[in-house]
């Protein structure tokens, strides 16, 4: 049983940065892998990124690959979202979710447990 708490969004020029958090509950955080998804009104919800349980693989959708950043704290219980380089496009509600498996999944499908989101919005 996990529950998710994402923190940190707000609005943004483009071009700036942020950086999202998630908290998670529970001791058997380090067991699961972790994903950030996205989704825009109107929009189905996209994959953003994902890390393995120990943080030593991550993966990235390719519009986020070189400005995005996933990372996670076990000992805190707490993965992150570092956001550089903001495109307008980038607005969204951000999601933190646990797969409740070792290995990452770019599915929503595959993901057991969601924080309730935190809205990001870029401005020109």
């Known amino acids: 049983q996990v529950q998710l708490v994402e923190s940190g969004g707000g609005l943004v020029q483009a071009g700036g940065s942020l950086r999202l958090s998630c908290a998670a509950s529970g001791r058997t955080f380090s067991s699961y892998a972790m994903g950030w998804f996205r989704q825009a009104p109107g929009k189905e919800r996209e994959f953003v990124a994902a890390?393995?349980?120990?943080?030593?693989?991550?993966y990235y959708t390719d519009s986020v690959k070189g400005r995005f950043t996933i990372s996670r704290d076990n000992a805190k219980r707490t993965v992150y979202l570092q956001m550089n380089s903001l495109k307008l496009e980038d607005t969204a509600v951000y999601y933190c979710a646990a797969r409740g498996y070792p290995s990452y999944s770019t599915s929503s499908r595959d993901y057991a447990y969601w924080g309730q989101g935190t809205q990001v919005t870029v401005s020109s």
């Open positions: 890390i393995s349980r120990s943080g030593g693989a991550t």
